[in-house]
């Protein structure tokens, strides 16, 4: 059974609450699924099958608190990624201009700079225009569950 770790940077609970809905998603698909709220440079340098990201941003583009010591862990002792194919989910608001969904930008720049391998496009949720963010990530998720079926066929 392939193995889908979901990593969760949230501040209010949005990026967890994403997460906890795509789930069932990624298991009726045959993936093992573990959503982990504290993230280590371990769940990423021993990476699972697949890899998705759910990730808030806070005040001016910044990283969620939770997030924060796996970001610094990743910058200070710069693992290679290359076995690491992920994809992601950036929860945002559009009304905070250019950082709007910095954290997730921030990640996927960082995490490729590494030598990670996003699979598919960013999906970005404002939540100027989406209240429920995960009406956005489900329909995603299922059409990124899909391509990569078709990338193992």
């Not at 609450?17 to 371990?42: C, T």
């Not at 990283?63 to 610094?72: A, L, Q, W, Y």
Request: glycine share 10%; charged share 25%; hydrophobic share 40%.
């Amino acid at each position: 059974m392939p193995k889908l770790t979901i990593l969760v940077g949230t501040m209010y609970g949005g990026a967890l609450d994403v997460a906890e809905q795509v789930k069932p998603l990624f298991e009726q698909a045959g993936y093992d699924v573990d959503i982990s709220e504290q993230p280590s440079v371990d769940d990423v340098s021993q990476a699972s099958d697949l890899t998705l990201f759910c990730v808030s941003t806070t005040g001016s583009g910044d990283f969620p608190g939770n997030f924060v010591p796996f970001i610094r862990s990743l910058k200070d002792q710069s693992p290679s990624l290359a076995g690491l194919r992920y994809g992601l989910i950036a929860l945002g608001d559009s009304s905070y201009g250019d950082t709007f969904c910095g954290a997730g930008r921030a990640l996927d720049e960082l995490l490729q700079d590494h030598g990670a391998h996003r699979l598919g496009e960013r999906l970005e949720i404002d939540a100027m225009e989406t209240f429920m963010a995960d009406d956005a990530a489900v329909p995603w998720v299922e059409e990124w569950i899909d391509a990569q079926k078709l990338k193992v066929a």
